[in-house]
């Protein structure tokens, strides 16, 4: 099994002239690198993102952001919902045919139990 290797931080220099962190072996830094305490390589990250140049942020307030058309969108609704509705009522209908169809021949095997009816 191979032994693990040993790891360091290490601060170099970066293009804008700002130290910068690295996290690697021991025997194979970058030349002119300069081993750091762990606590140190925290510190220069945090520097480094509070350098960063922040995303504008779009302020819309609702005075200022037109409202959506959501015109579309609840004649799709309103379609869908009588679409619904028709379907509900055929169902019924259809049930009403069932249930009559069983009670027929519930009354027609009566009578041919009871003799009536062949």
């Not at 025997?27 to 606590?39: H, L, N, V």
């Not at 509070?50 to 200022?64: F, G, L, V």
């Not at 799709?76 to 021949?105: G, P, Y």
Request: with cysteine; hydrophobic share 35%; charged share 25%.
């Amino acid at each position: 099994m191979r032994k693990p290797e040993e790891m360091a931080w290490y601060s170099v220099e970066g293009d804008d002239g700002f130290p910068r962190v690295m996290h690697c072996v021991k025997d194979k830094q970058p030349a002119k690198a300069k081993e750091i305490s762990q606590a140190e390589a925290a510190q220069i990250s945090k520097d480094v993102r509070a350098r960063e140049p922040k995303p504008a942020m779009a302020h819309h307030t609702a005075a200022s952001a037109p409202a959506p058309d959501l015109t579309p969108i609840r004649n799709q609704l309103e379609a869908h919902s009588k679409m619904l509705v028709e379907q509900a009522h055929t169902l019924d209908a259809h049930e009403t045919k069932i249930n009559a169809t069983q009670a027929s021949v519930s009354a027609y095997l009566i009578g041919v139990k009871s003799g009536g009816t062949a």
